[in-house]
T-cell receptor, first 109, second 113 residues
Framework: DQQVKQNSPSLSVQEGRISILNCDYT??????FLWYKKYPAEGPTFLIS?????DKNEDGRFTVFLNKSAKHLSLHIVPSQPGDSAVYFC????????FGAGTRLTVKP | GAGVSQSPRYKVAKRGQDVALRCDPI?????LFWYQQALGQGPEFLTY????????KSGLPSDRFFAERPEGSVSTLKIQRTQQEDSAVYLC???????????FGSGTRLTVV
């Protein structure tokens, strides 16, 4: 049962442009959402989170948007940098944390 | 230590062999989680400890999987009679509270041949 879905397995953007990573979920009981970033041969690293009572959270170049009515969240990275190239996992929490399958972001110089 | 440490980094097991995977969480982190990540997939929840108590083991795929954290710090995930479908990266994560951002280890890549 895939409760958290990342429908784009990969995304490629030019350095300096905006990267938008999308995530959909099915369980309306999720009350906390997170994005993790993963480099090869390393574990996922926590990036940014948002509570279900908010619709936006910003941290430097990273902004997460939450649309509860659409059960959709997105991660915006602007401006994108080559070092942002990694796999990004969306995660949602209610009693335990569920992860999407990930989106591989490639930022080209 | 500064981060979550997992060992071994890589493990090749013959089908039917028992394996034990170790996780050393961040000191003081009460919550500890095990996840299984198959190739091309996101991490899938296996089990959760609060201190030494295993509060949720609903994600363990079969009774061949067993986890323990006897003193509330180091945890071991044991897989008995390994099968090929057990091949995956096993991630351990810890956090101060159950909610919030977890700190993950680098994982143990298990290959069953």
């Amino acid at each position: 049962d895939q409760q958290v879905k990342q429908n784009s397995p990969s995304l490629s953007v030019q350095e300096g442009r905006i990267s938008i990573l999308n995530c959909d979920y099915t369980n309306s009981m999720f009350d906390y959402f997170l994005w993790y970033k993963k480099y090869p041969a390393e574990g996922p690293t926590f990036l940014i989170s948002i509570s279900s009572i908010k619709d936006k959270n910003e941290d430097g170049r990273f902004t997460v948007f939450l649309n509860k009515s659409a059960k959709h969240l997105s991660l915006h990275i602007v401006p994108s940098q080559p070092g942002d190239s990694a796999v990004y996992f969306c995660a949602a929490y209610n009693n335990d944390m569920r992860f999407g399958a990930g989106t591989r972001l490639t930022v080209k110089p | 230590g500064a981060g979550v440490s997992q060992s071994p980094r890589y493990k090749v097991a013959k089908r039917g062999q028992d394996v034990a995977l170790r996780c050393d969480p961040i000191s003081g982190h009460v919550s500890l989680f095990w996840y299984q990540q198959a190739l091309g997939q996101g991490p899938e929840f296996l089990t959760y400890f609060q201190n030494e108590a295993q509060l949720d083991k609903s994600g363990l795929p079969s009774d061949r999987f067993f986890a323990e954290r006897p003193e509330g710090s180091v945890s071991t995930l044991k897989i008995q009679r390994t099968q090929q479908e057990d091949s995956a990266v096993y991630l351990c994560a810890s956090s101060l509270v159950k909610e919030g951002g977890y700190t993950f280890g680098s994982g143990t890549r298990l290959t069953v041949v």
